[in-house]
């Protein structure tokens, strides 16, 4: 059974800090993928990577950076919180070739006071 | 422009009642979509796809080409079925395949 591991389920954090949101999954897949899930919004992609060392913009990446030094690994970056970045953040992964279902982790609330 | 529609952000059915979630798609290309399903307090995972034609936990979706749907349907609601369900659309980004969800309906079912 596919296994994404997010590092955190609550997180509290300050306006201005840097803050890393941590993804590991198990499963030998190529891509992952972030999201942020807002009520009455659903799922908007911020950033997602299909090999190690990749990275491509998603719909809202603006204040957001990524890193994927590992396969297994993806980290997604608050450079500086604030806190309209208050969401619950979910990690995913996937197949690369096409049409692949994405299994999620069980997310992080972060908060931004 | 919205990719993927569900127009019903909440619908509340009772128990053995018949359930039809809505989901449109905007999308030029032949489309690979999805129904994922969140429960209180669970992961989101994968309900079900149109490409495996299935049918999960009594749900089965059937892609409307015409009238570019891919509704969600059961013909008698259980309480267990109470959750939040995704529509999603498998699109090219970049020569890569990324989803793009529909804003989510609640389902709540009532005994």
């Known amino acids: 059974d596919v296994k994404v591991t997010q590092s955190s389920r609550y997180l509290v954090k300050r306006t201005g800090e840097k803050v890393f949101l941590e993804c590991v999954q198990d499963m030998d897949h190529e891509n992952m993928f972030w999201y942020r899930q807002d009520p009455g919004l659903g799922l908007r992609l911020i950033y997602f990577s299909y090999d190690v060392k990749m990275k491509e913009k998603g719909d809202i990446p603006e204040g957001y950076s990524v890193s994927r030094e590992k396969k297994e690994r993806f980290s997604l970056i608050l450079e500086s919180a604030s806190t309209n970045q208050t969401s619950m953040y979910l990690c995913a992964s996937s197949f690369r070739r096409g049409g692949q279902p994405q299994h999620f982790g069980d997310g992080t609330r972060l908060s931004i006071l | ?111």
């Open chain 2, 1 to 111: 422009a919205q990719r993927v529609t569900q127009p019903e952000k909440l619908l509340s059915v009772f128990k053995g009642a018949p359930v039809e979630l809505k989901c449109n798609y905007s999308y030029s290309g032949s489309p690979e979509l999805f129904w994922y399903v969140q429960y209180s307090r669970q992961r989101l995972q994968l309900l079900l796809r149109h490409i495996s034609r299935e049918s999960i936990k009594g749900f089965t979706a059937d892609l409307n080409k015409g009238e570019t749907s891919f509704h969600l349907k059961k013909p008698f609601a259980q309480e267990e079925d109470s959750a939040m369900y995704y529509c999603a659309l498998s699109l090219g980004r970049s020569g890569y395949s990324t989803l793009t969800f529909g804003k989510g309906t609640m389902l709540l079912v009532s005994p």
